[in-house]
């Protein structure tokens, strides 16, 4: 062998070092993303089937509050009722 052989063969394991480190590095990073995103995935699917149970909820509380629409008239009528009171009071000399 030569001495120009011997240095390609010297540094011929060295390239692969660098190779090896790039992976090595890649690996991590793509573990690191998968570490990040499952929880998020995990949670979203938490969500995805909480969603009918608090649906459901929704309306249900829609269903009991729908009489309160018909507040504002209620309170028409009583202040209509309110002031023929008064005008009967204030006719009664009260």
Known sequence: MTGHALAQ???APAT???????YAIGIIIVL???ALVVPILVLAREIGEAAPLINDQLEQAEQN????RALSTTIEHAQVIVAGLA??????GG
Do not use: K
Not at 65 to 68: D, G, I, K, M, V
Not at 87 to 92: E, F, M, S
């Open 9 to 11: 063969a010297a540094a």
């Open 16 to 22: 692969h070092v660098g190779w090896v480190f790039g």
């Open 87 to 92: 005008r009967g009071r204030a006719r009664l």
């Open 32 to 34: 690191v993303v998968v």
């Open 65 to 68: 509050t729908a009489p309160l």
